[in-house]
């Protein structure tokens, strides 16, 4: 799986959009981008997911650039509740080969919303 | 609402005793589990993956028989920490990978500590 790099660390006032950067320039063809949160002492949470095309959900829009070297998660109206760290993960697709399901989580990005 | 569980959530033990942590996945049929174990500040690395009915696949450097993975039915995996030591001290989590969806889905968490 592509190799993901994300700041250590950001900071985003409660109420405002918080925008997640990731950079996974040797991303393959059926690779996809996957977002997880992990909230302290809590199991990750899933975000959300997409391959080329921006997704949204109720949770928060992902934004892939076209030649998907990079991606942008964004939480449109952070609360203090979205302090977590954040984790952009890239796999290949789900059920494209058997036993390639497994998550390699880095060291993601410790986002604190500010009150 | 969750969809796998953990069970127990926090576990204190002696050195040497054995401890079973189980993951039951709701509502849902999980044809695949996957074990990871979280150190204090540091990422969520895995440990194992387990399909119903068959062997679970170690990732290399992770003692087999030392953690032991039972995947008896669509809906529980469990592990088993034989004879733990204080290095075994950690967050324990697991997720499941749903028949036809895309998505891990993951677990509380167990955090185990070895006296």
């Known amino acids: 799986d592509a190799k993901t790099t994300q700041p250590p660390s950001m900071d985003c006032a409660e109420g405002r959009a918080a925008n997640l950067p990731c950079n996974h320039s040797t991303i393959s063809g059926n690779e996809y981008v996957y977002w997880y949160r992990q909230i302290h002492s809590q199991g990750p949470q899933y975000i959300i997911h997409g391959l080329k095309n921006n997704e949204t959900n109720e949770m928060a829009s992902l934004i892939i650039t076209e030649d998907r070297k990079s991606s942008t998660l964004i939480l449109p109206h952070a609360t203090l509740r979205d302090t977590a760290v954040y984790y952009c993960i890239v796999r290949v697709g789900p059920k494209s080969n058997f036993g390639n399901e497994k998550l390699t989580f880095g060291t993601g990005t410790r986002l604190t919303i500010i009150p | 609402g969750a969809v796998v569980s953990q069970h127990p959530s926090r576990v204190i033990c002696k050195s040497g005793t054995s401890v079973k942590i189980e993951c039951r996945s709701l509502?849902?049929?999980?044809?695949?589990m996957f074990w990871y174990r979280q150190f204090p500040k540091q990422s969520l690395m895995l440990m194992a993956t387990?399909?119903?009915?068959?062997?679970?696949?170690?990732e290399q450097g992770v003692e087999k028989d030392k953690f032991l993975i039972n995947h008896a039915s669509l809906t529980l995996s469990t592990l088993t920490v034989t004879s733990a030591h204080p290095e075994d001290s950690s967050f324990y989590i697991c997720?499941?990978?749903?028949?036809?969806?895309?998505?891990?889905?993951f677990g509380p968490g167990t955090r185990l500590l070895v006296l």
């Open positions: 997720s499941a990978l749903f028949d036809g969806q895309e998505t891990q889905y």
């Open positions: 387990s399909n119903e009915g068959s062997k679970a696949t170690y």
């Open positions: 509502d849902f049929q999980a044809t695949t």
